[in-house]
């Protein structure tokens, strides 16, 4: 048997019957060794990181992970698949001030200001209030946007 075979997250083409591509958003860091460039230190952190977010949204985010700074994405275009909808929102009503603080696009500044905000209107808030309120710049609304709930 080869590794592919008993690979939970590697999905076979019924057709043709070759391997399809990896789910990023799901495999574990054994079905990522395999892949081009990732060895088992790489295919962790991928995961570690992914944990963090909560999900890929972009295979360009591979480049956020601590030495994969200068990889080449597009080398994995037909290797793997996103499915975004496997993406963890993070509660920006609920969230304590470590888990807020512990994804890798908000800092200690935009933690605090969420906190003090949320406390400040007594009310549920919705994410589009950060941006609308100076909270989060629009740059840094553009890669967290898609986290918040």
Do not use: C
């Not at 992914?50 to 591979?62: E, I, K, T, Y």
């Not at 480049?63 to 290797?79: H, K, Q, R, S, T």
């Not at 963890?88 to 200690?108: E, M």
Request: hydrophobic share 40%; glycine share 8%; proline share 6%.
């Amino acid at each position: 048997l080869l590794w592919m075979d008993i690979n939970p997250f590697l999905i076979f083409n019924t057709e043709t019957k070759s391997p399809a591509r990896i789910e990023l958003n799901l495999a574990d860091s054994a079905s990522l060794i395999p892949l081009p460039g990732i060895g088992p230190v790489l295919a962790s952190r991928i995961i570690k990181y992914r944990q963090l977010l909560g999900g890929f949204v972009s295979l360009d985010q591979l480049n956020e992970v601590y030495g994969m700074e200068l990889y080449d994405p597009a080398i994995l275009l037909p290797l793997v698949r996103l499915d975004t909808g496997l993406v963890t929102g993070l509660d920006i009503n609920t969230a304590s001030y470590g888990r807020l603080l512990r994804h890798p696009y908000l800092d200690q500044g935009e933690v605090e200001a969420i906190i003090q905000y949320r406390t400040f209107r007594g009310t549920r808030i919705s994410p589009g209030e950060l941006l609308e309120n100076s909270l989060l710049d629009s740059m840094k609304w553009e890669k967290v946007s898609f986290y918040i709930k």
